[in-house]
C-alpha cells in the first residue's frame, strides 16, 4: 500500500490540507464574538465604563452603504432612505454624550476608526459634525484618526472634510480590480475610480493608505490575483490586507446571489494566499501577521518588527491601547473584564439609547485564565512565539503534535514558536489554546 502524497509547495508554504480542514475563528478578540451571549449588558457596561483610566481607543460604526455587495458579512444595511440614516446620526451623537460623560478624566483618547459599512455613506458635513461632538466629548492626545471608504461614493466634498478633519489613515474597499470578479461579487469600480481615489486621498494629506483585497472570489485564479495585486502595488498603498472570502451564504443571505461552484477549493485558495503573499513581498511589502503586508517605515510595519504588534476587532494594529470603546449599532468593546456588543439592529439601537440606556445587548464577561489565553494567543499571532505555561502545554501536547510533525512549530523550555512557513496554519495553531473550541462553529476556513 502506498503512503500518503507528497506535500506540495507553494512559493513560501507547503499544503497540509489536513491541518487546514477545521475551519477556525479570525481571532481579532478572545473569547471571539461567538461566545457571546445575548442578554442585557447595560448595567456590567456601565460599572466598566465607570472604572476606566489612562489611554483608550475609539471605534465608531456607520451601518450603511450606498450599495449592497454581495459578499459582505457586515452589519450593514441600504442608505437609501435619509430620515434613517438621519436618526441613526442623532443617537450615534447622544450615545457619544453618554459614554463620555462615565469616563474619569484620566481617560483619554489615541485612535478612533470610523469603520461600517461604509462612513462616507453619510454627508460629509454629518461627517464633521461626528468629529466635533467627538472632540467637544472627549480628551483627545495626538489622536490617529482612521476611516474606511468605499471608492464609489468618495466625493469632492469628501476629500474636503478629510483633508479639514486631518485624517491621517485610509482604508480603501478595493477587493478585485478584474471586471469579471467585480461583476460577480456586485461590486463594479473600474480601476480609473481607485485611481482617482488614491490621488484624491493622496492631496487631502492622507498618509497611509490601505487596499482591502480578497482571494478565493468567483472567476478568480492565480492571474486574475497577480493581476489585481501588480495593478494595486502601482498604486502604491501603504498597507495591503489580502483576506481569503468566506462563503457562508446559510448566515449571510445576500451570498446566495454569488455562484457557490465558480470558487475555487481549498487547494486553490491555499495556491492564491501563497503567491499572492510572495508576490506582495518582492514587491517591497514586508509580511505582517497572517494577511497583512505594509511597506517598510510605516507604523504597521515597525511594530511587527519591534514586537508591539497587537491584533483587535479591527485586526492587525500597531495602537497600543488596551481598551476600546465600540460606538454604533453592533459596534463591540473590549473593556476590562468585559466585551460586549451593541444591539445590532439600527432601529432597536435608536430606541434604546434615545431612552437614554447604553446599548450593550450581547456579550461575555472575562476573567484571568481568558487573559491567560488571550495573551498567549495574540502573542502567537503578532509576533510569531508565546511562552506557554506548562499545565497549558500539557494539555495543548496532542494537538500540537501534527504541526510540529511537519515542522511548523517548534517547542523547546516552555516557548512555542511559529516557523518559516507556518503563517497559513498560524489561526489553526492558535485555536489549540481556545478553551471554548468544544464543538464545530461556522467559523471562516483556515486559509
Not at 434615545?354 to 484571568?368: H, V
Request: hydrophobic share 40%; charged share 20%; glycine share 8%.
Amino acid at each position: 500500500m502506498s503512503g500518503p502524497s507528497p506535500a506540495e509547495q507553494f512559493a513560501d508554504w507547503t499544503y497540509y490540507p489536513e491541518l487546514l480542514a477545521r475551519p477556525v475563528p479570525r481571532y481579532t478578540s478572545y473569547p471571539t464574538a461567538a461566545e457571546f451571549v445575548e442578554e442585557s449588558f447595560e448595567l456590567r457596561q456601565r460599572i466598566s465604563l465607570t472604572s476606566l483610566t489612562g489611554p483608550v481607543s475609539i471605534y465608531l460604526h456607520i451601518p450603511y452603504c450606498e450599495e449592497i455587495c454581495w459578499y459582505c458579512g457586515c452589519n450593514t444595511g441600504a442608505a437609501n432612505k435619509r430620515h434613517r440614516l438621519t436618526a441613526y446620526l442623532e443617537a450615534l451623537h447622544r450615545e457619544i454624550a453618554l459614554v463620555a460623560d462615565m469616563l474619569d478624566p484620566s481617560v483619554h483618547i489615541e485612535h478612533i476608526a470610523f469603520g461600517g459599512g461604509s462612513p462616507n455613506a453619510v454627508p460629509p458635513t454629518e461627517f464633521v459634525r461626528l468629529i466635533d461632538a467627538l472632540v467637544l466629548a472627549f480628551r483627545f492626545v495626538r489622536p490617529a484618526l482612521s476611516v474606511e471608504l468605499d471608492p464609489r461614493t468618495l466625493t469632492r466634498d469628501w476629500l474636503t472634510a478629510i483633508r479639514g478633519i486631518g485624517v491621517t489613515r485610509v482604508s480603501l474597499g478595493v477587493q478585485t480590480l478584474n471586471p469579471t470578479v467585480q461583476a460577480a461579487i456586485g461590486r463594479v469600480q473600474p480601476i480609473e475610480m481607485i485611481e482617482t481615489a488614491v490621488s484624491g486621498l493622496r492631496a487631502a494629506g492622507v498618509g497611509s493608505i490601505n487596499f482591502d483585497l480578497m482571494y478565493g472570489l468567483p472567476h478568480q485564479d492565480d492571474a486574475v490575483l497577480a493581476e489585481t495585486l501588480e495593478q494595486s502595488v502601482a498604486m502604491g498603498p501603504n498597507r495591503i490586507a489580502l483576506f481569503g472570502y468566506a462563503h457562508v451564504p446559510h448566515m449571510i443571505p445576500r451570498q446566495r446571489r454569488i455562484d457557490g461552484s465558480d470558487l475555487p477549493d481549498q487547494r486553490g485558495r491555499f495556491r492564491m494566499a501563497a503567491m499572492g503573499a510572495r508576490q506582495l513581498m518582492d514587491a517591497g511589502y514586508h509580511a505582517v501577521g497572517f494577511d497583512h503586508f505594509a511597506l517598510p517605515g510605516d507604523p504597521l510595519a515597525r511594530a511587527a518588527q519591534n514586537g508591539t504588534l497587537r491584533r483587535n476587532f479591527q485586526g492587525f494594529t500597531e495602537d497600543p491601547a488596551s481598551v476600546l470603546i465600540g460606538l454604533g449599532a453592533s459596534a463591540i468593546s473590549e473593556l476590562p473584564g468585559l466585551m460586549v456588543q451593541n444591539e445590532k439592529n439600527p432601529g432597536r439601537y435608536r430606541m434604546l439609547i434615545g431612552a437614554d440606556q447604553l446599548a450593550g445587548r450581547k456579550g461575555i464577561e472575562t476573567g484571568p485564565e481568558d487573559e491567560r489565553r488571550a495573551a498567549l494567543i495574540e502573542a502567537l499571532l503578532c509576533k510569531g512565539a508565546a511562552r506557554i505555561d506548562g499545565d497549558l502545554l500539557n494539555a495543548a501536547r496532542p494537538r500540537l503534535e501534527p504541526f510540529a510533525a511537519v515542522g511548523l512549530i517548534s517547542l523547546e523550555r516552555g516557548w512555542l514558536r511559529l516557523e518559516a512557513g507556518a503563517a497559513p496554519y498560524a489561526r489553526a495553531i492558535a485555536s489549540v489554546f481556545d478553551a471554548y473550541r468544544t464543538e464545530e462553529r461556522s467559523f471562516s476556513s483556515a486559509i
